[in-house]
């Protein structure tokens, strides 16, 4: 069945601290690959996303995720996190199904980051 | 530009009732997704719309819920009777195009007694 991985449920780091989480998905076709996130009483926002070119891409507020293909990875990097990284992030894939495109999320990961 | 609308933000019933959500998605955007997100878990697809038609409703419990977007804009989603698993938010989310980005509503959340 088509899915996304996300290996970590729950991470804590302080200020500073490198950050990096996982994501894999098991499907064989063409995808666009997302980050959303969720900040605390906020509602889910885009992050990053990826749809051909580049396999590094860059999004908001430092971020950068890398596609590897050949690992159906699409991991999120940040290299100085700071508390207001707080918040839930969710990696997201769309796998084309029946003439249109369709989002599957992984369970997400709780990020807390301490000054 | 005005994002997307849900309401009710908060809905507590008991097991059996009946609730409705509603969603008013971003002006031009065609397509507009129904998502349950239970704690702890990522946002599950419930019913997608391309304008008023359905293109994905394989996860909706048939049994107990419905959803529609009569006139290509707005939407609802109803569940009748709730049951316990039912608690969660339920997220409306509308795009422009197809291609997986979608604006996320405020979410509205139930819970069910």
């Known amino acids: 069945a088509q899915s996304v991985s996300q290996h970590n449920h729950h991470v804590i780091l302080s200020e500073a601290a490198s950050l990096e989480l996982g994501c894999n998905y098991s499907y064989g076709g063409t995808v666009n690959l997302f980050w959303y996130v969720q900040y605390p009483g906020q509602h889910l926002q885009l992050l990053l996303k990826?749809?051909?070119?580049?396999?590094l891409v860059k999004g908001i507020k430092g971020f950068e995720a890398e596609f590897i293909k050949s690992k159906f990875s699409f991991n999120l990097r940040k290299p100085s996190v700071q508390w207001s990284d707080t918040a839930e992030y969710f990696c997201a894939v769309t796998m084309f199904s029946g003439g249109y495109n369709k989002l599957i999320f992984g369970a997400g990961t709780r990020l807390a980051v301490h000054p | 530009e005005a994002g997307v609308a849900q309401s009710p933000r908060y809905k507590i019933i008991e097991k059996r009732q009946s609730v409705a959500f509603w969603c008013n998605p971003i002006?031009?955007?065609?397509?507009l997704y129904w998502y349950q997100q239970i704690l702890g878990q990522g946002p599950k697809l419930l019913i997608q719309f391309q304008n008023n038609g359905v293109v994905d409703d394989s996860q909706l419990p048939k049994d107990r819920f419905s959803a529609e977007r009569l006139k290509g804009v707005d939407s609802t989603l109803k569940i009748q009777p709730a049951k316990l698993e039912d608690s969660a938010v339920y997220l409306c989310a509308s795009s422009l195009v197809n291609t997986g980005e979608l604006f996320f509503g405020e979410g509205s959340r139930l819970t069910v007694l």
């Open positions: 990826y749809f051909s070119g580049d396999p």
């Open positions: 002006s031009g955007h065609a397509t």
